[in-house]
């Protein structure tokens, strides 16, 4: 299912190293088979997503950038109609992440947020 132009505008996307860096620092993460997910409460009113793939997971550009569309397809349907407050959120490609069913992904990342916003108490911020 392709997301509409809507579901996609309601969230941002994190584009500087500084963000990047500032959502690593906060240390709260969540690992499922297919990624593991960064998060950080967002200095704006928007939630907004950023994606890593690193040369590590593959040294194939082709590789990467599949697995990167398939985070993107997967933040775009999920993130929008998730209950949280505005966060950065980091998605890191994992191995499996290139092969695993789309839904699987989807499902990955909705637990993966499901706990990181039910541990919210547990870390200031």
């Known amino acids: 299912m392709q997301a509409s132009k809507e579901q996609i505008k309601t969230v941002g996307r994190l584009k500087k190293r500084s963000d990047f860096l500032r959502v690593q620092r906060e ?10 997910v ?52 980091i998605l890191i490609g994992r191995p499996d992440t290139e092969t695993l069913p789309y839904d699987t992904l989807k499902n990955d990342l909705a637990w993966c947020l499901r706990k990181l916003r039910d541990r919210k108490d547990e870390v200031p911020g």
């Open 27 to 36: 240390n709260r993460k969540w690992v499922s088979k297919s990624m593991i």
């Open 38 to 89: 960064q998060i950080a409460p967002a200095p704006g009113a928007q939630s907004r997503y950023g994606i890593t793939v690193t040369k590590r997971l593959s040294k194939s550009a082709v590789v990467r950038n599949r697995i990167k569309r398939r985070l993107r397809a997967a933040a775009c349907e999920v993130l929008p109609g998730f209950k949280i407050d505005p966060a950065d959120i």
